[in-house]
């Protein structure tokens, strides 16, 4: 099946820092990625969507000058912290997924990374 | 509105007994796609099961079933014969389309199922 890996899997930083996670789809092109954020014990709150060359699209309250997303290409999506803080800390798990109007566009083509658990001291 | 409802924080079952986790989901689309994940202590998102709304027949995925009924619009995952590697989070979550559609799953609070010896 498709694979998806984020790195790094774990990360501990210093507040005021800056913190890149990156998510990659290994085996596939993905046009779309998602960035989710899930706190301990919640659900997956999806904080953007990436279109691989343009701009992406941020749910309400989500600061995009905070919460960079840069997808550069078909198989590459980067979410950076900016001067992260300790409320910053959480999971964060990105997803990739191939055109939804292809076979299987209600099917599972959404493939979800492993997560990156960010702790901001 | 909440779309996706998972009235179940938490379930218990015991080894190689059968579990019912609810969802009930809310959508006014007619073209629409229900998930299920399983999410261990690891975080991963493990992809379980999937249930078009055109499909008429139930999925089935090895152990896992999805009860659909639609008039009901509920979408309960079936575990059958449980093993203690199923106990984990497991989400409900809808993708809805059509015309306007986000194609953008929507997540269930969750349900934590622990499966005891």
């Known amino acids: 099946g498709a694979v998806v890996s984020q790195h790094p899997s774990w990360v501990i930083c210093k507040s005021g820092t800056s913190v890149k996670i990156e998510c990659r789809s290994l085996d596939f092109q993905a046009t779309t990625m998602f960035w989710y954020r899930q706190f301990p014990k919640q659900s997956l709150m999806l904080m953007a969507t990436s279109n691989e060359g343009s701009k992406a699209t941020y749910e309400q309250g989500v600061e995009k000058d905070k919460f960079l997303i840069n997808h550069a290409s078909l198989t590459l999506s980067t979410l950076t912290v900016t001067s992260a803080h300790p409320e910053d800390s959480s999971f964060y798990i990105c997803?990739?997924?191939?055109?939804?109007?292809?076979?299987?566009?209600?099917?599972?083509?959404?493939?979800f990374g492993p997560g990156t658990r960010l702790t901001v001291l | 509105a909440q779309k996706i409802t998972q009235t179940q924080p938490g379930m218990f079952v015991q080894e190689k007994e059968a579990v019912t986790l609810d969802c009930t989901y809310d959508t006014s689309d007619q073209s629409y796609g229900l998930f299920w994940y399983k999410q261990p202590s690891s975080g991963e998102m493990i992809f379980l099961i999937y249930?078009?709304?055109?499909?008429?027949q139930n999925a089935t995925e090895g152990r896992y079933s999805l009860n659909f009924q639609k008039a009901r619009k509920s979408a309960n995952l079936v575990i059958s014969a449980s093993q203690l590697g199923d106990s984990a989070m497991y989400f409900c979550a809808m993708r809805e389309g059509g015309s306007g559609g986000s194609y953008i799953p929507t997540f269930g609070r969750g349900t934590s199922l622990i499966v005891h010896p």
């Open positions: 997803s990739a997924r191939t055109s939804p109007g292809l076979a299987g566009g209600f099917g599972h083509t959404q493939y």
């Open positions: 249930q078009g709304s055109y499909d008429e």
